[in-house]
Structure formats: C-alpha cells, structure tokens
C-alpha cells in the first residue's frame, strides 16, 4: 500500500452513479464535454464516489462515504446508482476494516452523494450512524449553510443524512483551515458550496490531495469547465486556477472522488492551460 507520513493509503469505492452530463460541464457544449465522457441515454455520465482511508496514528480515517444505502427506487432510477460496482462496507472489507473500525470521518461537504453513508437503517428501521465509533470533522459554516440552504442546493442536503449526526454527539464542527491531525490539513473553497474541505495529507516528500467537488474529474481541469452545480461559479474558477497553479508548482498529486476512470494524477501547466497528466490508481502513487 502506498504511505504518505505515518499514514497507509486505501482506495474506498462506494459506489457508482449518474448526472446530467449538461449539468456537470455548465457552458461547455455538449461535443466536447462528451468526448472526455460519453453521456447515457438519459445524458447522464458515470461517475465514481471514491473515499480515501487514512490509516496510522491509531486512527482510521475517511473522507467521504459516498450516498448510502437510505434512498428509494426513485433515488436509484433518476441517479443510476450502482452498488454493483462496488458498495462501502463490501469495500472497507476489501482491505481488512469495517464501519465499527472508522475513528473519523471527514465529510468535504453534505451533499448526499459524499455524506450519504454517514447513516443507515438499523434491524428497527431507524435511522442510525453508519461509524458508530467516529467523530466526523465538518466546517462549522458549511453546517450552518446546510441547516438552512439556498432553494436551488437544498435538493442536495437531505435530512436522513444529517439529521442522525445533527442528534449523535458525534459531530465535531471546525473553524477554517488547519492541521485536523498529524500531517492531514483541511483547507476551504467556496465556489462550489459555502465552506467545502479540500484535504491535504502530506510529508517531507510527497502531498495527496483529495480535491472533492473543487476537481471533481480530470476534465474540469480546464478552469472554466465549471459545474451548473456550483453556487459560485465565477467564484470556482478562481479557486480551481489557484489550486491547479500549486498543484503543478509544488508537485502535488491529485485525488479524483468522481472521475470514473482516473483516480490519481498530476498537474502540468502548458500553453493550452493546465492539463492532468500521469493518470493512474493510488496503488501506483
């Protein structure tokens, strides 16, 4: 497994979903967006929801748990969502942890397809925590914003998702940017929502970035190719040419969640703009 500092690094897929391709590009017409990925019938692209587990320090960490299993037949047909591709727990199994392990998890921001595995339905069909021994780490003002969201985001918080964590006592609310823990920094970018958490884990050698919604495929390295999704979007084009500017100065390796086929790259800057370049897995970091 590849290590950055005192931390082993796993791969957590948990799942695979849709969205209107149109959606995730904006402006971008659709000849080109499609050739970096082809849309279905339905102009929905695949997507990954890849969590990265952090293992050292007598923790284990997650970033992110993907949607979950809480949503109905509705859910499953408008977003395609496909667990046989792979599936959270089945995943932590792969590499020898369960739910009951996780000490933390570290939630970028709420939107139900990166907290959406934060709870789950218990033997009575209540809802409960899916991490019964975790806290999870989430900006203070993206938790004020989610309580209260702006109508055209409040499809993207749902209250099964956060009212379980609101209720648990296991909720731990940060204030900006900082070390989290030894060599984990969690920074902040509000382009795509308020207070999103750009997670850093690095060492005298190496950074791996967990870019979250800020990059959320290889292809939206193009700075303008921002998201409809995005709440700021002129806001996101700044964010992403400053994080793609020190990507590429510094030398940090990129963690895609949502790309379906890239997981790992790095940043180059060319006369074209910034391109990504050395795809490959996290193994291969």
């Known amino acids: 497994?590849?290590?950055?500092?005192?931390?082993?690094?796993?791969?957590v897929e948990t799942g695979r979903f849709g969205l209107d391709g149109g959606a995730m590009f904006g402006v971008v017409p659709k000849p080109l967006w499609e050739k970096k990925i082809a849309a279905d019938e339905r102009n929905r692209i695949p997507l990954a929801m890849r969590c990265?587990?952090?293992?050292?320090?007598?923790?284990?960490?997650?970033i992110d748990n993907g949607l979950g299993d809480?949503?109905?037949d509705k859910f499953a047909d408008i977003y395609a969502v496909d667990h046989e591709h792979s599936e959270l727990h089945?995943?932590?199994?792969?590499?020898?942890?369960?739910?009951?392990?996780?000490?933390?998890?570290?939630?970028?921001?709420?939107?139900?397809?990166?907290?959406?595995?934060?709870?789950?339905?218990?033997?009575?069909?209540?809802?409960?925590?899916?991490?019964?021994?975790?806290?999870?780490?989430?900006?203070?003002?993206?938790?004020?914003?989610?309580?209260?969201?702006?109508v055209r985001e409040g499809g993207s918080f749902l209250d099964d998702?956060?009212?379980?964590?609101?209720?648990s006592g296991q909720l731990t609310l940060l204030n900006g940017e900082g070390e989290l823990f030894p060599g984990v920094?969690?920074?902040?970018?509000?382009?795509?929502?308020?207070?999103?958490?750009?997670?850093r884990v690095a060492d005298e050698e190496r950074t791996l970035v967990f870019a979250a919604d800020l990059l959320p495929t290889h292809a939206h390295a193009r700075t303008a190719w921002?998201?409809?999704?995005?709440?700021?979007?002129?806001?996101?084009?700044?964010?992403?040419?400053?994080?793609?500017?020190?990507?590429?100065?510094q030398g940090?390796?990129?963690?895609?969640?949502?790309?379906?086929?890239?997981?790992?790259?790095?940043?180059?800057?060319?006369?074209q703009g910034f391109q990504t370049t050395n795809h490959r897995s996290l193994r291969a970091l």
């Open 1 to 11: 497994m590849p290590q950055i500092g005192p931390y082993e690094l796993h791969t």
């Open 52 to 62: 990265l587990l952090l293992e050292g320090e007598d923790r284990l960490i997650l």
């Open 70 to 72: 809480t949503f109905d």
């Open 90 to 150: 089945r995943s932590l199994g792969e590499v020898g942890f369960s739910a009951e392990d996780v000490t933390d998890v570290v939630l970028t921001h709420l939107h139900f397809d990166h907290c959406g595995g934060t709870t789950t339905r218990g033997a009575d069909g209540d809802l409960e925590l899916t991490f019964p021994n975790a806290r999870h780490h989430v900006q203070d003002e993206h938790w004020s914003w989610a309580m209260d969201p702006p």
């Open 161 to 167: 998702n956060l009212e379980p964590l609101a209720d």
């Open 185 to 199: 920094e969690v920074g902040t970018v509000f382009g795509h929502t308020t207070a999103q958490q750009i997670v």
């Open 226 to 249: 921002t998201m409809a999704y995005d709440v700021r979007p002129l806001r996101t084009e700044k964010e992403r040419r400053t994080f793609l500017e020190d990507a590429a100065a």
């Open 252 to 271: 940090w390796h990129v963690f895609f969640e949502h790309d379906p086929d890239v997981a790992v790259a790095d940043v180059q800057r060319t006369e």
